[in-house]
């Protein structure tokens, strides 16, 4: 406001001076100056008096500056201030907007980085849990091959104890059975032997 009074000042005044007089000299003029054309004019009904004519332009001159000074240069300045502070708003709100597109790019860039981080998490997880499956099922079927062939061993341990001891058996047997034939002692280890290899000669075939 201080700017448009500044800046209409000197014009202003002149303004009003010059309103003034005229003012004052339309007064002057429409009480003193009788113009014979403005008698005739208003012989024929047309009114024109321009002493008040130039007293109204003179007014005008006077009111327009004072209009201009009191009215229109704090409109016109509270206008120019509410323009100020909307583009003030308007900047701050496209701001707002830009941060928040921001933060929204940002969330949803870490949201994927997030699904991508877990995704490689499980992928690890099942990876590992495979591997683990694996690791356990070739410990299991090493051991169980291990059980296997341990029993198998036991087997034929067993197997080669029950055949010792049945082939003992069947020797006494057959030596018991001889020495009641021919009723004489033949329990001796020549004759063990030869039982021995007959059964062994028996159970080649096999």
Sequence with gaps: MSNAKQSSGPPA???IVVGAALMFGGFWFSKNVKLEFIKTLEAQGIPLDPGKTISIIGVLLILFPVIKFFFIA????AIQNRTTELER???????????????????????????????????SQIK????LR?????EASA??????????????????Q??????????ELALQATEKLVEANVDD??????????????????
Excluded: C, W
């Excluded at 280890?189 to 096999?206: C, G, Q, W």
């Design 89 to 123: 708003t308007f900047g701050e709100a496209e701001n707002l907007r830009a941060e928040m597109t921001q933060m929204k790019q940002d969330y949803e860039r870490r949201l994927v980085q997030t699904e991508a981080d877990a995704r490689e998490q499980i992928q």
């Design 128 to 131: 590992e849990a495979q591997s």
């Design 134 to 138: 694996q690791q356990m099922m070739a």
């Design 143 to 160: 051991k169980a091959e291990e059980l296997k062939a341990s029993a198998a061993r036991e087997i034929e341990t067993q197997k080669q």
């Design 13 to 15: 005044i002149v303004g």
């Design 189 to 206: 280890e020549r004759n063990r032997k030869l039982v021995a290899d007959f059964l062994e000669t028996v159970e080649a075939p096999r």
């Design 162 to 171: 029950a055949i010792a001891e049945l082939r003992h058996h069947v020797v």
């Design 74 to 77: 704090p409109l016109a300045e």
